[in-house]
């Protein structure tokens, strides 16, 4: 990709690979602008308990199941990315003149890894919003 | 800094959170810190970070926590990177992330390891 092309870019010519890398990017500056600010949260109210009442909230509340949707997603997804990255997941493309692959998409390594990511993402995060739902508020 | 020295901190770093977060929850539920039956029955953001705060697990928790802050300062440069069209808007974005990162990890440091 090239740079200062804008986030436009981002959404052009999606295929499977692209959309779960626009997903990663979009998880990933949420997770950002989620986790970076909560220091500063518990420095500014003091201690963890009272810096724990705003994600009580349902506003936290709501902020908290986006959290765990983008953790999961991100975390599994940079797994995948990471393995690519190192080459451990590698394919070779099909040259078929009518139906050519690109390489990733015949490795079964990262097909399978690819259906994790949205399993994994779809148990965890239907549990976690059950928890931030219904689950205890204070620890025991 | 170089591309491939920000990709190999991204990479290293990814994967102290992967493999570092479960076995940090994992730790504490072997050791009986943290029950099954509570960390099924209690909501995520109380056990990450509080109930490791309240544990005194905060040191242990910090290595990971900073690890993340490291780890989501230069995913955003590279982000940034993608977007901002000029070298020198890059070069700044660049000097700001790192004033950004250095900041909030002493932060994340401090609350983690001395504010109950």
Known sequence: ?140 | MRASVERLILIVGAFIMIVGMPAVILAAVALGKITIEDMLSTNPLVIIPYAFVKIGWGLLWAIVAVDWVIHGSHGMRRILGELIKSEGGRKVASYLIDAIMVITTVVMFYVLVFVP
């Open chain 1, 1 to 140: 990709m090239r740079s200062g092309r804008g986030v436009g870019e981002w959404f052009r010519w999606l295929n499977i690979e692209r959309l779960y890398f626009l997903i990663h990017r979009l998880t990933a500056i949420y997770l950002v602008l989620y986790i970076f600010p909560r220091p500063y949260l518990v420095l500014l109210h003091g201690s963890w308990e009272e810096a724990l009442k705003l994600d009580m909230t349902p506003l936290g509340r709501v902020l908290a199941a986006l959290f765990i949707f983008a953790i999961l997603f991100h975390g599994i997804n940079g797994l995948r990315i990471v393995l690519i990255e190192l080459g451990v997941v590698r394919g070779w493309p099909l040259r078929d003149p009518v139906k050519p692959k690109p390489a990733l998409r015949v490795s079964k390594t990262n097909m399978a890894l690819m259906a994790l990511t949205i399993l994994v993402t779809v148990v965890g995060t239907a549990l976690g919003i059950y928890l931030v739902i219904y689950g205890a508020e204070t620890w025991p």
